[in-house]
Protein backbone atom coordinates (compact mmCIF):
# COMPACT_ATOMS: atom_id res chain seq x y z
CA UNK A 1 0.00 0.00 0.00
CA UNK A 2 1.25 3.50 -1.16
CA UNK A 3 2.17 5.72 2.01
CA UNK A 4 0.08 9.06 2.69
CA UNK A 5 3.42 11.11 2.81
CA UNK A 6 6.42 10.73 1.34
CA UNK A 7 8.96 13.05 3.03
CA UNK A 8 12.06 14.21 0.86
CA UNK A 9 14.95 16.41 1.24
CA UNK A 10 16.25 18.31 -1.38
CA UNK A 11 19.37 20.79 -0.23
CA UNK A 12 18.45 21.15 3.07
CA UNK A 13 14.71 21.86 3.01
CA UNK A 14 12.06 19.48 2.81
CA UNK A 15 10.02 18.58 0.52
CA UNK A 16 6.55 16.72 0.78
CA UNK A 17 4.77 15.05 -1.59
CA UNK A 18 1.12 13.68 -1.35
CA UNK A 19 0.34 10.20 -2.91
CA UNK A 20 -3.41 11.56 -4.57
CA UNK A 21 -3.75 8.52 -5.47
CA UNK A 22 -4.17 6.90 -1.38
CA UNK A 23 -6.27 9.65 -0.88
CA UNK A 24 -8.42 9.28 -3.12
CA UNK A 25 -8.84 5.98 -2.46
CA UNK A 26 -9.42 6.89 1.64
CA UNK A 27 -12.20 9.61 0.31
CA UNK A 28 -14.01 6.87 -1.81
CA UNK A 29 -13.69 4.52 1.11
CA UNK A 30 -15.62 6.56 3.71
CA UNK A 31 -17.91 8.20 1.02
CA UNK A 32 -19.46 4.11 0.79
CA UNK A 33 -19.34 4.22 4.22
CA UNK A 34 -21.43 6.93 4.80
CA UNK A 35 -23.70 6.49 1.62
CA UNK A 36 -24.18 3.13 3.22
CA UNK A 37 -25.19 4.51 6.84
CA UNK A 38 -27.47 6.67 4.88
CA UNK A 39 -29.49 4.59 3.74
CA UNK A 40 -29.77 2.16 6.87
CA UNK A 41 -30.55 5.47 8.64
CA UNK A 42 -33.17 6.34 6.15
CA UNK A 43 -35.18 2.74 5.71
CA UNK A 44 -35.25 2.99 9.70
CA UNK A 45 -36.99 6.78 9.25
CA UNK A 46 -39.47 4.96 6.64
CA UNK A 47 -40.04 1.60 8.74
CA UNK A 48 -41.04 3.89 12.11
CA UNK A 49 -42.77 6.49 9.89
CA UNK A 50 -44.70 3.35 8.48
CA UNK A 51 -45.65 2.10 11.89
CA UNK A 52 -46.63 5.45 13.10
CA UNK A 53 -48.49 7.23 10.58
CA UNK A 54 -49.84 4.32 8.15
CA UNK A 55 -50.49 2.13 12.22
CA UNK A 56 -48.52 -1.44 9.89
CA UNK A 57 -48.75 -4.32 11.41
CA UNK A 58 -45.29 -5.09 10.47
CA UNK A 59 -42.26 -2.96 12.16
CA UNK A 60 -39.58 -4.32 9.63
CA UNK A 61 -41.81 -3.47 6.31
CA UNK A 62 -40.55 0.06 4.95
CA UNK A 63 -43.43 2.80 3.78
CA UNK A 64 -41.79 1.91 -0.40
CA UNK A 65 -42.19 -1.68 0.06
CA UNK A 66 -45.68 -1.83 1.41
CA UNK A 67 -46.67 1.13 -1.64
CA UNK A 68 -45.30 -1.97 -3.73
CA UNK A 69 -47.31 -4.75 -1.84
CA UNK A 70 -50.80 -3.49 -1.88
CA UNK A 71 -50.60 -1.54 -4.50
CA UNK A 72 -53.85 -3.10 -5.59
CA UNK A 73 -55.33 -0.36 -3.00
CA UNK A 74 -56.08 2.97 -4.44
CA UNK A 75 -53.89 5.04 -1.57
CA UNK A 76 -51.17 2.43 -2.15
CA UNK A 77 -50.97 3.04 -5.72
CA UNK A 78 -50.67 6.33 -5.30
CA UNK A 79 -48.04 6.21 -2.83
CA UNK A 80 -46.14 3.98 -5.29
CA UNK A 81 -46.34 6.27 -7.90
CA UNK A 82 -45.06 9.33 -5.95
CA UNK A 83 -42.17 7.28 -4.43
CA UNK A 84 -41.13 5.92 -7.71
CA UNK A 85 -40.91 9.72 -9.13
CA UNK A 86 -39.38 10.90 -6.24
CA UNK A 87 -37.06 8.59 -6.48
CA UNK A 88 -36.46 8.33 -9.92
CA UNK A 89 -33.03 10.37 -10.47
CA UNK A 90 -31.64 7.69 -8.22
CA UNK A 91 -32.99 4.41 -8.87
CA UNK A 92 -36.12 3.30 -10.95
CA UNK A 93 -38.75 0.99 -9.72
CA UNK A 94 -37.79 1.82 -6.45
CA UNK A 95 -40.71 0.50 -4.34
CA UNK A 96 -40.56 -2.91 -6.47
CA UNK A 97 -36.70 -2.76 -5.47
CA UNK A 98 -37.84 -1.85 -1.71
CA UNK A 99 -39.98 -4.53 -1.16
CA UNK A 100 -37.42 -6.59 -2.68
CA UNK A 101 -35.02 -5.68 0.06
CA UNK A 102 -37.59 -6.10 3.03
CA UNK A 103 -37.92 -9.43 1.77
CA UNK A 104 -34.21 -10.68 1.69
CA UNK A 105 -33.85 -8.54 4.63
CA UNK A 106 -36.39 -10.87 6.43
CA UNK A 107 -35.38 -14.30 5.16
CA UNK A 108 -31.89 -12.92 6.27
CA UNK A 109 -33.03 -12.45 10.10
CA UNK A 110 -34.65 -15.80 9.39
CA UNK A 111 -31.20 -17.78 8.46
CA UNK A 112 -29.56 -16.23 11.21
CA UNK A 113 -31.81 -17.54 13.67
CA UNK A 114 -31.34 -21.20 12.81
Not at 34 to 43: E, K, Q, S
Request: aromatic content about 14%; hydrophobic content about 40%.
Amino acid sequence: MASLLAVASVEGDIEVRIDWVYVRSCFDSWRLHFIDYAIRCGDSISQFLNVLIFFSKNPNESISGRSYRERRKWFWCKMMGLLDWVFSPFQSEHCRKSHEADLTRAADTLKSAE
